[in-house]
């Protein structure tokens, strides 16, 4: 498990950490990791580091320092380097001076702007010192400009600037990376929202902060971490020990929500699987191991529950909800069963809130119930999560999953082919097997959320896929997530 720190935490740690090593060793430490990066990166695109070319995009804070101080580090391995300062009133003067001692040259970028757009445009690399931690808001009209002239690689200091660093969210220009040097550990503004991807291959330098940072407001699960959660069966295990899940979803004249939600609970764990539900006679030609039957009364007992896909929100779905609301076993409401959730809430007071529940909405779904997502997502699935004591997977294209507890989860996307039309009712027949299984719901929710992207991933292969390739491609995933999980023992 990877951890991600909220930017408080990072500043607090660092507090801690000022008083037994001096600001400028820890700044030093940062531009070194900036540099060994950068020159790696012009090594391998370039051939080499002496002679090659590197701007340097200086705003006026201590990220500029970190940039001033790589661009410093750079000219020991011949590098030609030009600091390009955005606001020469407030540059870090220590990393400026030791940047002009090494060889390095400086325009300002007002004063000069042509002479500061060619030593950007015609740049191996450029590094984006101009907006670290402290940043707020998208690029100013002077580093949009600047940036936009970028033709060679770019490296960010910390995180793209006009990235918020707690949410991801972009609210104009940014930088797109391809790398992303940090320090300590990952801070929400890598994984989450646009940033995820604008943050490019992100690269964590330890530069001492080490525990001071203390246990991570976010965690992101790996391939291996998920591998080595996945139930699997022992020679002791039939199918009612491995847990039988339940799938009630779909309707008559639109089984496929059926079909694919009970497939991928099918495919997720060997435990048994039952469908209820008027596309009783489709689930069983597609997946002869389900138990079928056409009504919920006579569906016989399971572990858990996934309810919601294709269910309609009229009377026969609510009444369905709220008899799998009342069984006492975990729950894994999706779709209609949201909307349902959201226009009647008299269906919260059947549930006994020791139960657990699983809600995964995509944004509008997440609207209905709890009011807008907003650019914190995070925060909004804790907020829904504590609110109804359950866990909230938030779909996108960086997935978020939030435990009543406060715990939170995202789970990358690998890219977006997986963003497709019955795509989320194979997430939520995964979630109900795991949760059948027994898995605690917060992690049965991101393990499933894993598999489903890799899945998604592997259908794909670079091409359009629908979530039939993605559910065929569910066994693989496994494989994978197990592989890595035996290949880290
Ligand atoms: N944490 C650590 O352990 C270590 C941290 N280190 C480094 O320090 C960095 C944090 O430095 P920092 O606090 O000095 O602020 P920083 O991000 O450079 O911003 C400076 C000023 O920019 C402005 N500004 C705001 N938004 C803007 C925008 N969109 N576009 C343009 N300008 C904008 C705003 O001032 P304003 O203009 O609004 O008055 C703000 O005060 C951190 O990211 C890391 O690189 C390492 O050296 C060592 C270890
Ligand atoms: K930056």
């Not at 489709?282 to 039957?293: F, G, H, L, N, S």
């Not at 004591?389 to 890219?415: F, I, M, S, W, Y």
Request: aromatic fraction near 4%; charge should be negative.
């Amino acid at each position: 498990m990877r951890g991600v720190w909220a930017v408080e935490r990072v500043r607090d740690a660092e507090r801690r950490v000022f008083e037994r090593t001096p600001e400028a060793a820890l700044m030093r430490r940062a531009a070194f990791a900036v540099a060994v990066r950068s020159a790696e990166l012009l090594a391998e695109q370039t051939g080499g580091t002496s002679g090659r070319r590197v701007a340097l995009l200086v705003g006026a804070g201590n990220n500029g320092g970190d940039a001033l101080w790589a661009g410093a580090f750079l000219r020991r391995r011949g590098v030609a380097v030009t600091a390009v300062l955005l606001a020469p009133d407030r540059v870090h003067a220590e990393g400026l001076a030791a940047l002009l001692r090494a060889g390095g040259r400086r325009v300002v970028a007002s004063g000069d702007s042509e002479a500061a757009r060619d030593a950007v445009a015609d740049a191996d690399l450029v590094i984006d010192g101009i907006v670290g931690l402290s940043g707020r808001g998208p690029l100013r009209p002077d580093a949009e400009a600047l940036v936009d002239a970028v033709t060679g690689l770019l490296v960010a200091v910390d995180l793209p600037s006009g990235v918020d660093p707690d949410t991801g969210a972009v609210a104009g220009p940014a930088v797109g990376a391809d790398v992303t040097v940090t320090f300590g550990g990952r801070k929400p503004g890598h994984v989450l929202a646009e940033g995820a991807v604008l943050s490019g291959a992100v690269t964590v330098a330890d530069i001492g902060l080490g525990e001071a940072l203390g246990e991570p407001d976010i965690v992101l699960l790996d391939p291996a971490d998920i591998g080595a959660l996945w139930p699997v069966p022992g020679p002791e295990d039939d199918k009612y020990t491995q847990g039988v899940a339940g799938v009630a979803a779909g309707s008559a004249t639109y089984p496929g929500a059926a079909v694919l939600a009970a497939g991928a609970a099918v495919l997720a764990t060997s435990g048994m699987v039952r469908y209820a539900g008027p596309a009783a006679d489709a689930v069983r030609t597609r997946w002869p191991e389900i138990v079928a039957t056409g009504s919920i009364a006579d569906a016989g007992r399971v572990q858990a529950w996934v309810v919601g896909p294709g269910l309609g929100t009229g009377a026969a779905g609510r009444d369905v909800l709220a008899h799998v609301l009342d069984q006492g076993v975990p729950v894994c409401a999706d779709a209609d069963a949201i909307n349902l959730l959201a226009s009647t809430p008299e269906l919260w007071d059947v549930r006994d809130p020791e139960t657990p529940l699983v809600l995964t909405p995509h944004d509008r779904e997440f609207a209905r119930l709890a009011g807008e997502v907003g650019t914190d997502r995070v925060a909004a699935a804790r907020r829904a999560a504590e609110r109804y004591n359950a866990v909230v997977l938030l779909k996108g294209h960086t997935t978020v999953v939030a435990a009543p507890d406060g715990r939170v989860l995202v789970n990358q996307a690998r890219g977006a082919w997986p963003a497709t039309a019955g795509s989320g009712d194979v997430l939520s027949g995964l979630i109900g097997a795991l949760l059948a299984a027994g898995m605690d719901p917060w992690l049965a929710a991101g393990c499933a959320a894993g598999v489903h992207e890799l899945a998604g991933d592997l259908a794909a292969d670079g091409a359009p896929i629908g979530a039939s390739a993605l559910l065929r491609a569910v066994p693989d995933a496994v494989r994978r997530v197990r592989a890595a999980a035996a290949a880290s023992a």
